[in-house]
């Protein structure tokens, strides 16, 4: 059996255009989505992504501004910043870029974000609403993964899903949005003793440990559906997931790529989220 390859990137690029004709409709109204980015410090990888954010942004014709702090910033100073933004009716998205040098703590930084302009979803209030099921900002690359789970056909409804890895970006909120459509969930992590027992278990199989290599052949069963979130960078220039693609292609029914995948998924939902406050977001 030759497995079904969901390409991220080709959704990818149909939001994008259909978010475009979204902020040209909101610019008709005097309404410019507009994305702050803080980025604190000089950390390679969080720079390289704050600059695809922002050109994904000029893409579709959403406002951005990149404000660069220094590391050595106190907590209290980059609390004002976000309190001027909190305050600025022309901006519609906030995000901080993680993570952050030690001294800040995360945590208050995060909580002090105005929910309704929490654009990566990881305000408590929005973790909480999303829980209980009521409209919320839902954190990226989980919305990614199940506007690609539902682009492909896929019905959560009654399938057991089973979501490897823990994080609050990725796995617990994931393993939400796949309960929320009616999946049964079950979560596993690096202290789970029969992974692969389980695994094999799944109908759906959301992988987002950030190790590659967690899942191969003898992990799965015959024609599973598996979203692949990792994204590590080998010293070649590689860029492989967390499944052993080539070892398991055979035995799946549907699967994500690496690179092409969840990743463009990711950056979308971002504009998607700011598009959605633009657009008078409120609870
Ligand atoms: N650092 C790595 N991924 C993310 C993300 O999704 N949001 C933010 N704010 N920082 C990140």
């Known amino acids: 059996m030759s497995a079904e390859i969901m390409y991220g990137d080709v959704l990818a690029n149909k939001l994008r255009d259909e978010l475009k004709i979204e902020v040209q409709q909101l610019k008709r109204q005097n309404i410019v989505p507009k994305l702050t980015v803080l980025i604190i410090g000089n950390n390679p990888a969080s720079k390289t992504?704050?600059?695809?954010?922002?050109?994904?942004?000029?893409?579709?014709?959403?406002?951005?501004?990149?404000?660069?702090?220094?590391?050595?910033?106190?907590?209290?100073?980059?609390?004002?910043?976000?309190?001027e933004l909190n305050n600025d009716s022309s901006v519609h998205g906030i995000l901080v870029q993680l993570p952050l040098p030690d001294h800040i703590n995360e945590k208050r930084i995060l909580e002090y974000i105005e929910p309704t302009k929490d654009v990566d979803g990881f305000h408590p209030i929005n973790i909480g609403r999303?829980?209980?099921?009521?409209?919320?900002?839902?954190?990226?690359?989980?919305?990614?993964?199940?506007?690609?789970?539902?682009?492909?056909?896929?019905?959560?409804?009654?399938?057991?899903?089973?979501?490897?890895?823990?994080?609050?970006?990725?796995?617990?909120?994931?393993?939400?949005?796949?309960?929320?459509?009616?999946?049964?969930?079950?979560?596993?992590?690096?202290?789970?003793?029969?992974?692969?027992e389980i695994t094999n278990k799944a109908d759906i199989l959301i992988v987002a440990t950030g190790k590659a290599n967690t899942i191969g052949e003898s992990d799965l069963k015959e024609g599973a559906i598996v979203v692949d979130v990792g994204n590590t960078f080998l010293d070649d220039g590689r860029v492989v997931g967390d499944v052993d693609f080539e070892s398991v292609k055979n035995k799946v029914s549907k699967i994500t790529p690496v690179p092409k995948g969840v990743g463009p998924m990711t950056i979308t939902m971002l504009l998607h989220n700011t598009v959605k406050v633009a657009k008078t977001f409120k609870y």
Not at 54 to 80: M, N, P, R, T
């Open 130 to 196: 999303m829980q209980i099921g009521q409209d919320a900002l839902v954190p990226c690359t989980p919305l990614g993964i199940m506007k690609l789970l539902e682009y492909y056909g896929i019905n959560p409804t009654g399938k057991h899903a089973v979501v490897v890895g823990r994080s609050n970006i990725v796995g617990k909120p994931v393993g939400q949005l796949l309960l929320n459509g009616n999946a049964t969930v079950t979560y596993c992590h690096s202290k789970t003793s029969n992974l692969s």
């Open 49 to 83: 992504y704050v600059r695809m954010k922002q050109k994904a942004c000029e893409k579709v014709g959403i406002s951005s501004q990149v404000i660069e702090l220094d590391q050595e910033i106190s907590e209290e100073e980059l609390l004002l910043h976000i309190n």
